[in-house]
């Protein structure tokens, strides 16, 4: 199959899964964020950038998306709910959300680290002071919660994820008014 550009997650495994693709052209065709966590997977473990490598990150890529995927329900079901309802009637936090490209940042490293809980280390990656790790951490946990337990971006990209929570914040004043 001919592909160009990106498509969704959910195509690319379909395919993927019919043998109407390879595990390249899976990656390829994902975002540039799967390709640079490729990449840096091959360096990681001196291989070559093949099909065969490709199959093996994409069944250790997956693996760790369905272990985030239950971490994030585990974890979606501990939040303490009263501290996202405030965050809903919160206008100026959810102004200030909507707009913070720190908030952004943090939360894609969340996405790209899922099973890190090592604030210092999202601090130091984004060269970002601690008072914003501390204000922002639980921007993906508010993001699960509005989305019944679970939310995946569909790239992890800056663009994918700040649409995202621009999103979840204009609803949310949406349904204050």
């Not at 592909?3 to 990656?27: N, R």
């Not at 975002?31 to 093949?50: L, V």
């Not at 790209?112 to 002071?129: E, F, G, I, K, M």
């Amino acid at each position: 199959m001919i592909l160009s550009g990106y498509y969704e997650e959910h195509e690319l495994l379909s395919w993927y899964e019919q043998g109407d693709i390879s595990a390249l052209q899976y990656i390829e065709h994902h975002s540039p964020g799967m390709g640079d966590r490729f990449k840096k997977w091959c360096h990681q473990y001196a291989s070559m950038e093949d099909e065969a490598a490709a199959m093996d990150f994409l069944d250790e890529y997956n693996g760790l998306f369905l272990d985030s995927e239950e971490l994030s329900t585990e974890k979606s079901n501990s939040i303490d709910n009263e501290m996202f309802e405030n965050w809903r009637k919160d206008t100026q936090l959810l102004n200030d959300l909507c707009s913070s490209h720190a908030a952004l940042h943090i939360s894609l490293w969340r996405y790209r680290n899922p099973t890190s809980l090592d604030r210092h280390s999202c601090a130091a990656d984004l060269n970002v002071p601690m008072e914003d790790i501390e204000k922002w951490w639980n921007v993906v946990d508010f993001l699960n919660f509005e989305n019944n337990g679970h939310f995946q971006p569909i790239r992890l990209d800056e663009n994918a994820l700040g649409m995202a929570i621009f999103y979840l914040c204009t609803q949310q004043q949406v349904e204050m008014n």
